[in-house]
């Protein structure tokens, strides 16, 4: 009995030691500050719609317009710019042989919200914001050998913008991974036979302030 008790004041001990040795919960930003404010552009290379029966719908680039708020913004999560325009080349590829247009609809605008911060994170090591592109629509329309098809995706899609080097450069919206999915609706014509009902979209926007030509800085804190 006095053995089984001390093994189980050890067992316990060692419990303890873990859970103080564990890091703590850290809080969401409640405070953003963009530097600066104001409009900005986008630009991508390769633009990728992956639907869940892993057809893929490729633009060879994409351009975006928007705005950002005045500084500092609060909320957890927070709004962090508005996306008013945003196109993509056409015709974009597809299976089949197939080529495609998206049309897209920014009334109301796309959104980009912030929902964490890591200081030092990111492509530059000069800090990272994860978040959210949402209220996401458009249209895709396209033929291939089986036919026409048009279809509608909304929702939105899981982003991370890493902040630019200290000069300014490179700060990147990247829009690949993280888990959520587009919802593919309204399917038109033939050729959308092998569509399925859920997509993702990869792209890599470097985003630029119309008034210094440099990349925004964003911070959580």
């Not at 969401?28 to 104001?38: E, M, N, R």
């Amino acid at each position: 009995m006095f053995k089984r008790t001390r093994m189980l004041t050890a067992v316990g001990a060692a419990a303890a030691a873990v859970a103080l040795a564990a890091p703590s919960a850290v809080a969401a930003p409640t405070s953003w500050t963009i530097t600066p404010t104001g409009a900005f552009t986008g630009s991508a290379g390769l633009t990728v719609l992956t639907d869940n029966n892993g057809n893929k719908i490729q633009c060879a680039s994409s351009a975006a317009a928007g705005s950002a708020p005045t500084s500092p913004v609060a909320g957890s999560p927070a709004k962090l710019a508005n996306i008013t325009s945003i196109s993509f080349n056409s015709p974009c590829t597809g299976p089949f042989s197939s080529t495609w247009t998206v049309t897209t609809n920014v009334t109301p605008p796309w959104e980009i919200w912030g929902l964490d911060y890591t200081a030092g994170a990111g492509t530059n090591s000069t800090g990272q914001v994860t978040g959210e592109i949402r209220a996401i629509k458009a249209t895709v329309s396209g033929t291939s050998v089986l036919g026409p098809c048009t279809f509608n995706v909304v929702g939105k899609v899981a982003a991370k913008y890493n902040n630019p080097t200290s000069g300014g450069a490179n700060g990147t919206l990247n829009t690949a991974g993280g888990g959520l999915t587009l919802t593919i609706s309204n399917k038109v014509g033939g050729g959308c036979g092998i569509v399925g009902a859920t997509a993702g979209f990869a792209g890599l926007y470097t985003i630029v302030s119309s008034a210094t030509g440099k990349s925004p800085v964003i911070v959580g804190s």
